[in-house]
């Protein structure tokens, strides 16, 4: 069995990404096989004629795992634009079952698995065949999830947004990780204090902008 956890967020370009790479650099400091896997990937460079996933290569490279970025995402799609979106431009819907497939191959490699999402917890992966959401792919996985917000202003409301339809699906939130928080601004140190208390959800980290370290989150995995 391996312990994994799902990374979401309260929106785009929230830190999703960088916020993983903490967290599998840091596991994997401390010893643990922690690996990294993203089921669909959109926006991408191409270099010589092949596209490159860019948050993938960059969560791998920045934890020290020597791997093919390729084998670690499951839809790789040029346009940087929703999942759903991207998906009916090139003409390949997006499958649970491929992800489903994928991440059983990938949990073998290590013991524990950060997963990360595209978006928030309501961007759409599948408007077509068949409305697959990505807290559908939460579920599907059978994954606890750690939410990755913004500690500047307008937080509480988005966070308080994603904590409540996270609990209207029924995924369990594990924490709650604030990013580029300033421990110096009043109002930041609010909108800490107000997050927990509003949602019930604990803080387990704040992460100074371009902070390059994360406390050690391993009791937040879940075995699957």
Known sequence: MVRGIFITATGTDVGKTYISSLIVKKMRELGYNCGYFKPALSGTEIVNGKLIPGDCDYVLKHSGINRNPEDYVSYIFKEAVSPHLASEIENNPIKIEKIKADFKRIKKEFDYLVVEGAGGI????????????????VKALDLDIIIVANAALGTINSTMLTVEYAKQQHINIKGIILNRYDENNFMQKD????????????????IPDNGNDVEDLSEFFKEV
């Not at 309501?122 to 792919?137: A, H, I």
């Not at 909108?191 to 704040?206: A, P």
């Open 191 to 206: 909108n800490k204090k107000q997050i927990e208390h509003l949602t019930g959800i604990r803080v387990i980290s704040s």
């Open 122 to 137: 309501c961007c759409p992966f599948n408007l077509k065949e068949e409305k697959l959401m990505l807290s559908d792919v």
